[in-house]
């Protein structure tokens, strides 16, 4: 089955400087990764997905790029606020309709005023 | 849009008892739900995948007979889960499918 890694498990940064979360995955077939925001006591909220047939996706100050031939993603957070400040989830899907996810271990980013 | 809900958000009952989730869409169909266990600073781990008017399929090492899951219709499926334990205590969450997978807001299960 599908396994995912993520890293690193928790990343501290000042205020205004950017953050990147990296994944990888097993399964080739996979074809749609999301990236999830989590908030303390709260469940995952869809922040930016991407399909294989895309390189990179962007919205705002969030971005998230794909290799497929290394099998690996990663998000990027630009111009980082306090209220960034969350556990970031990835995973990975071999099917878009219903979708089963493999998500990562997961990133908790603190962001210092 | 892609709203789910859960109810109820908290709860805390004794050893042995049962105590029923319910997970709702509330402004699409989802042919598919899913239910997550979370424990404290873990990733979110698959208990069991539901569609409409069919049973749950479970994950390995999750007792089908202790996690009941009934999925009556599109906007609604619920998690019972039977004769409590206080290793059961942990974050369930749901989601609910018809493309993308929405999250709801979680249920925090104490077992006293």
């Known amino acids: 089955g599908e396994n995912v890694e993520q890293h690193p498990s928790t990343l501290s940064v000042q205020e205004g400087d950017s953050a990147v979360i990296k994944c990888t995955y097993s399964?080739?077939?996979?074809?749609?990764f999301p990236w999830y925001k989590q908030e303390l006591g709260k469940g995952p909220q869809l922040i930016i997905d991407?399909?294989?047939?895309?390189g990179e996706k962007k919205d705002q100050r969030i971005a998230v790029t794909l290799n497929k031939t290394a099998k690996h993603f990663s998000l990027h957070i630009t111009e980082t606020q306090p209220e960034d400040s969350a556990v970031y989830f990835c995973?990975?899907?071999?099917?878009?309709?219903?979708?089963?996810?493999?998500f990562g271990g997961g990133t908790r980013l603190m962001v210092k005023p | 849009g892609a709203v789910v809900s859960q109810h109820p958000s908290r709860v805390i009952c004794k050893s042995g008892t049962s105590v029923k989730i319910e997970c709702r869409s509330l402004?699409?169909?989802?042919?598919?739900m899913f239910w997550y266990r979370q424990f404290p600073k873990q990733s979110l781990m698959l208990m069991a995948t539901?569609?409409?008017?069919?049973?749950?399929?479970?994950e390995q090492g999750v007792e089908k007979d202790k996690f009941l899951i009934n999925h009556a219709s599109l906007t609604l499926s619920t998690l019972t889960v039977t004769s409590a334990h206080p290793e059961d205590s942990s974050f369930y969450i749901c989601?609910?499918?018809?493309?993308?997978?929405?999250f709801g807001p979680g249920t925090r299960l104490t077992v006293l």
């Open positions: 989601s609910a499918s018809s493309n993308e997978q929405f």
């Open positions: 399964d080739s077939a996979s074809n749609y």
């Open positions: 991407i399909r294989s047939n895309v």
């Open positions: 995973a990975a899907s071999t099917r878009i309709t219903g979708n089963m996810l493999t």
């Open positions: 402004d699409f169909q989802a042919t598919t």
């Open positions: 539901s569609n409409e008017g069919s049973k749950a399929t479970y």
